[in-house]
């Protein structure tokens, strides 16, 4: 692939994804990691980054939905996956077929794991999920009996294989919040009684990013890390990447498309929010909102053009956005960083994140398919 032809693509650095893991693996040294790669890995591109996260020593992978648990097996990857976001009706049967850990956090769940599994003639491996305080998926307190007791009498008689007690913490980006504790005791509660009516998990886990990087009582047998293996900050109150030893694994380029001379007080974009105040130059920067920049960032969104961090002038259109560069200059087909690790000075998924009044999560999660990926270091 051409970039310098390229009117927009994602530049993925492999090698950042393997460093990452392995910085997350000293943070928890006596935990596995998973590496989740649900979303197509943050957008970073599934298959390549579940690649380079086992090469780094990750040991499991995560997946939101049976489609991308089963796209990692189509793949040729055999290490362990668990896949957690399921409906009435899922494939069942083909993740059990597969090897893959199924998340239960309910008793219609389990029914159709069984009934599954003894269509495949084989058991399944069943992770059953604690709601601990989050309020989302998860079995609550109060049925935990009736799904532990249900999950143990279904491994009796050979359609289920108990492989995991887990939860996800609500609040772990945000340390010192009063729910860590309560959901932590939750979590050892609700564990201790699964251990007690006769369940032998393999892994035991609650730790997503944040918790990785700040709650060490928290690791267990396993922790689960998603933007972090990306490079990206869970959070600005935990730290930069730099200060957490990461470092981010995308960098989002563009092809200037055009540049133009315009007199004092011409209006750029629908709705003219912006106006030149003086004699410019406006160079046209072919992504938009279709792409994954963000809308909301109109007028604010940082990008580096000619060397020098520009604002999008006006607002963000589907395939397009402006930057008014004043007096300065630059040519068609000169690069626009749109976002990067920074080291160059180009702006970060972070201070995107802040244009758009959003999280570092969705910025680089929202690059979409019609941006192609490139990868290096592969």
Not at 270 to 296: N, W
Not at 318 to 339: C, H, K, P
């Amino acid at each position: 692939m051409n970039e310098t032809a390229t009117r927009v693509y994602a530049e993925i650095d492999l090698d950042a994804v393997r460093r990452n893991v392995r910085a997350l693996r000293e943070r928890a040294p006596r935990a596995q990691v998973m590496a989740v790669v649900k979303a197509d890995a943050y957008g970073h591109g599934a298959i390549p980054c579940a690649r380079a996260a086992l090469d780094a020593g990750a040991a499991w992978l995560g997946t939101a939905t049976p489609d991308e648990a089963l796209a990692l097996r189509a793949a040729g990857i055999d290490a362990p996956v668990m896949c957690w976001l399921w409906t009435p009706g899922g494939p069942w049967r083909e993740a059990i077929e597969a090897g893959i850990d199924v998340s239960v956090s309910g008793m219609w769940a389990l029914e159709e794991v069984r009934a599954a599994a003894r269509a495949a003639g084989r058991p399944a491996r069943v992770q059953l999920k604690a709601d601990t305080g989050l309020g989302r998926n998860g079995c609550q307190p109060a049925d935990w009996a009736e799904l532990v007791g249900a999950a143990v009498a279904a491994q009796a008689e050979g359609t289920v294989h108990v492989t995991g007690v887990w939860s996800h913490f609500a609040c772990a980006d945000e340390p010192g919040h009063p729910s860590i504790g309560l959901q932590l005791a939750a979590f050892r509660e609700m564990l201790a009684h699964a251990e007690k009516e006769g369940v032998e998990p393999e892994v035991r886990h609650i730790a997503n990013s944040p918790a990785t990087l700040t709650l060490p009582e928290s690791h267990f047998d396993l922790v689960r890390c998603g933007l972090a293996v990306y490079g990206v900050s869970p959070a600005p109150e935990i730290g930069t990447p730099a200060q957490l030893g990461l470092r981010p694994a995308m960098t989002l380029k563009a092809s200037v498309a055009l540049v133009k001379a315009v007199p004092a007080g011409h209006g750029v974009s629908y709705g003219h929010h912006h106006v030149t105040a003086a004699e410019s130059h406006l160079a046209l920067i072919p992504a938009g909102y279709a792409d994954g920049i963000p809308r909301h960032a109109s007028g604010r969104g940082p990008v580096l053009v000619g060397g020098k961090t520009r604002t999008v002038a006006g607002r963000v259109a589907m395939d397009q956005f402006v930057v008014d560069l004043g007096s300065d200059q630059v040519r068609e087909g000169d690069e626009a960083v749109i976002f990067g690790p920074g080291d160059r000075g180009e702006p970060t998924a972070e201070d995107w994140a802040q244009a758009a009044g959003t999280i570092a999560y969705e910025i680089v999660t929202r690059i979409g398919g019609r941006v192609p990926r490139v990868y290096r270091n592969g």
